[in-house]
C-alpha cells in the first residue's frame, strides 16, 4: 500500500460522479455501542450509496462473554466466503472502484477498506471528511433504501499484512537478545491507553510496550487527513519512520484501520492486530499496562463506566 492514493475529496467523487463514472459507493455509518447506522443512511446518503453493516457485515457477530469473543475479541473478521457475499449485496464487481465513508472521523469508513484492500480490490478510496465534508460542499444526498443490483465480485484474503497477539507481544518487547522489534501502535483514545476508562473490555491499560497513538490526532480541524507530511512527522516522532516494522491495535480491530489508512497516506505500511484489546485483554495469561509510558507497571486494572472511542 505504500504510496498508493487511498483518499479521495469530495470535489474530486461528485466530479468523477458528473462525468459518469460509477464507482460504488458505500455508506458505512457506525458508532462504538451505538445504534444501527441504517436509519441514519435512509435518512439522508450520498446518490447512489448503499449501506454497509459494520457489526453483520464486516465482522462476525459475538455475543459478550462468549469463547468466540475470547477467542477473536469483539468484532472478528468474517470468512472470505462470508465477506464475498457481502460485496456481492453491495453490487461490487470485478473491477470495481469502490468508495467508502461514514459520518464521523472515518474509523469505520477505514475498516471497510481495510478489508476490500485485503480481499485483492485495487481500488478502494475513503471519502477524506466523509458525509460531512460532501454537505459541506453543498453536495446533495439521497433518501431511502436502494437495492443494487447483484455483484459478482470474486475476493480473495490476506493481501494485507497482519498480526495475531503473539506477534503484538513481540513487536512491543522483543525477547532479550533478540533483533530490535518492530513498532505498535494503540489508535484507542488516550485515556483508554492510560487505562483512566474502559468501556467495553474486562481489563483497562494497554499492551506492554505499545505506543499511543489516537486517531484523532491524524485529522485537521475539519475532519480531513492531515497532509502527508504533518503524518510522516507525527509518526516519525512515535518511532514510525519506515525503517521499522509497523503494527497497528485498538479495541477489536475497527479504529486501527485508521491508522493503518493514515500511515499509508504518509507512505508507510503496517499490519493490523484484528483481535487487539478486546481479545488480548480477555486472556489472563496476557499482561495489561497502564499509566502513559508504554510499559508503566500495574497490570489488571478496571476501567470505569465512561464511554470513549477506540473499537
Do not use: K
Not at 49 to 66: K, R
Not at 143 to 165: D, S, W
Not at 189 to 208: C, L
Amino acid at each position: 500500500m505504500n504510496g498508493e492514493q487511498v483518499l479521495i475529496t469530495a470535489a474530486e467523487l461528485a466530479e468523477r460522479l458528473a462525468r459518469g463514472e460509477r464507482p460504488v459507493l458505500l455508506d458505512v455509518r457506525w458508532s462504538l455501542g451505538g445504534p444501527n447506522g441504517r436509519q441514519e443512511y435512509a435518512a439522508g446518503h450520498l446518490p447512489g450509496a448503499v449501506f454497509a453493516d459494520l457489526e453483520n457485515e464486516l465482522a462476525v457477530p459475538v455475543a459478550p462473554g462468549s469463547a468466540e469473543e475470547a477467542a477473536g475479541g469483539r468484532h472478528p473478521l468474517p470468512s472470505r466466503a462470508a465477506f464475498e457475499e457481502a460485496a456481492r449485496s453491495w453490487g461490487i464487481d470485478d473491477g470495481d472502484a469502490v468508495v467508502v465513508y461514514d459520518a464521523t472521523s472515518g474509523q469505520a469508513a477505514a475498516r471497510a477498506w481495510w478489508m476490500l484492500r485485503d480481499a485483492g480490490l485495487e481500488s478502494v478510496r475513503v471519502l477524506d471528511g466523509g458525509l460531512g465534508a460532501w454537505t459541506a460542499a453543498g453536495l446533495p444526498l439521497e433518501q431511502g433504501a436502494g437495492v443494487p443490483e447483484r455483484g459478482n465480485v470474486t475476493l480473495g484474503e490476506g493481501r494485507l499484512p497482519r498480526i495475531g497477539a503473539d506477534e503484538a507481544a513481540a513487536f512491543a518487547q522483543p525477547r532479550p537478545g533478540a533483533p530490535a522489534g518492530g513498532v505498535l501502535l494503540d489508535a484507542r483514545a488516550a485515556e483508554r491507553y492510560r487505562g483512566e476508562v474502559e468501556p467495553v473490555d474486562p481489563r483497562a491499560g494497554h499492551i506492554p510496550g505499545a505506543l499511543s497513538a489516537p486517531t484523532a490526532d491524524n485529522l485537521a480541524a475539519d475532519g480531513t487527513f492531515l497532509p502527508p507530511a504533518a503524518l510522516r512527522e507525527r509518526f516519525a516522532a512515535l518511532g514510525a519512520d519506515g525503517r521499522r516494522p509497523v503494527a497497528v491495535y485498538c479495541g477489536s480491530g475497527v479504529t486501527a484501520a485508521h491508522d493503518i489508512l493514515a500511515l499509508a497516506v504518509a507512505g508507510i505500511d503496517a499490519a493490523l492486530y484484528p483481535g487487539s484489546f478486546s481479545q488480548w485483554s480477555r486472556d489472563p495469561s496476557r499482561p495489561v499496562a497502564v499509566g502513559a509510558e508504554p510499559s508503566a507497571a500495574g497490570a489488571g486494572r478496571a476501567g470505569g463506566p465512561e464511554n470513549s472511542p477506540g473499537a
